[in-house]
């Protein structure tokens, strides 16, 4: 993967990104880069890592190491891998990415004006995704999300396609496992332990198995208008126990129920027609917490 070289002279006259409103990112800085400068044909941006602790850095600039060198062995376009490592007064603790013109998928998710139609579109365009991901078996390649969720997606402005941005923290097969907002903070995956593997220090090493749980979660915080991933086991069974009273088909029924159970986990993308459109302000999280407080369940 080649190495940009920045003096922290040219580094302090970029720009910042704006992000989104609502958009967090904890773990860098990014920057616009000047692409002619560079000789490159598309627009970058440079994400600067700011994460405390020299081990971390140095696995999260290994993975993208690794990712860029099979890029075109993956040879996916809506996953934007990083196109060149880049140095800082001889430090490496950044990268640079092709920039997506579009919207981000967490924007579009959470506003209220966009319909429930249009954001299942683009979540069932993030699950085709993720089965092309899987493909890369038959390639020899092992590959996974490790942090999927809605604010790691852009959705391109000119062709509708949902993009995969901030791969830093996906998983090749000599990859280091990386903190992911679905995984971290879920203490139901312990009582799954051979499904959902842990490091032994509090992550989780990606699978199929973990980039469907988050997708599964991604579709259900989208109708339920709150973290259903943060629920305990026992409160997530009536939820989903309760769509399926509200007419919610029994496959995808049957994916929701499927991520905390033994058994593999299953990709709803062809399911989610059976989400029943005009039952989704019932879904929300609040509604069903109200029925649930009245007995009315």
Do not use: W
């Not at 509200?246 to 496959?251: E, P, Q, Y």
Request: positive net charge; glycine residues 8%.
């Amino acid at each position: 993967m080649e190495i940009l070289s920045l003096s922290q002279k040219q580094f302090k006259k970029l720009k910042k990104l704006p992000l989104p409103k609502g958009v967090v990112n904890t773990e860098s800085d990014i920057y616009i880069l000047d692409n002619k400068k560079f000789n490159s044909k598309e627009k970058l941006l440079l994400k600067k890592l700011t994460v405390i602790g020299e081990s971390y850095i140095s696995n999260k600039i290994y993975n993208v190491s690794l990712l860029g060198d099979n890029k075109d062995r993956i040879g996916i376009d809506e996953l934007v891998i990083p196109n060149y490592l880049v140095s800082i007064d001889g430090k490496v603790e950044s990268f640079a990415v092709p920039k997506i013109e579009g919207r981000n998928l967490g924007s579009i998710i959470n506003n209220p004006k966009i319909s429930n139609e249009k954001k299942l579109y683009y979540l069932y365009k993030v699950g085709k995704l993720i089965k092309k991901t899987q493909k890369l078996e038959d390639k020899g390649i092992k590959f996974n999300f490790g942090d999927l969720h809605e604010d790691n997606f852009m959705v391109g402005k000119k062709d509708d396609k949902a993009y995969a941005i901030d791969l830093d923290g996906s998983y090749l097969k000599s990859s280091y496992p990386q903190p992911s907002k679905y995984l971290i903070e879920n203490p139901n995956l312990g009582l799954f332990p051979t499904k959902y593997i842990s490091t032994g220090t509090g992550l989780i090493v990606p699978n199929d198995n973990s980039d469907l749980l988050c997708y599964n979660m991604m579709i259900l915080n989208t109708i339920g208008k709150d973290e259903v991933s943060e629920m305990e086991i026992a409160v997530y069974s009536e939820y989903i126990s309760y769509l399926k009273t509200l007419g919610f088909g029994s496959d995808i029924i049957e994916s929701f129920n499927r991520v905390y159970s033994t058994a593999d986990n299953i990709n709803p993308c062809e399911y989610l027609d059976q989400i029943p459109n005009d039952k989704i302000g019932e879904a929300g999280v609040k509604v069903f917490e109200y029925k649930k407080s009245k007995g009315k369940l």
